[in-house]
């Protein structure tokens, strides 16, 4: 399984808005896709999983993906989270 680690920038963390639109960029992967932060894991795919996480702005995330398309995930749901929630 790969995963890559990153530290959440936005402003209010996790709430609705990003946590939706980092659910639409995970459905659109094949692969397995999950995401840990404070212990926690949720499917990247399931926006009530996202939002119980809980992540708040300097919390570190680390996503997880298995299929296929693990690589391309990983790397665009990076991008999604280091560049385009930054608020």
Known sequence: ???VKITL???GG???RPASLLVK???QFKSHISIRCKNREAN???ILGI???GAQKGDELEIFAEG???SLALDALRKLVEYEMVE
Do not use: C, E
């Open 9 to 11: 920038n936005n402003s």
């Open 51 to 53: 939002l119980a996480l």
């Open 14 to 16: 996790l709430h609705t």
């Open 25 to 27: 960029n995970a459905l």
């Open 68 to 70: 296929p398309d693990a």
């Open 1 to 3: 399984m790969n995963s």
């Open 44 to 46: 990247a795919k399931r």
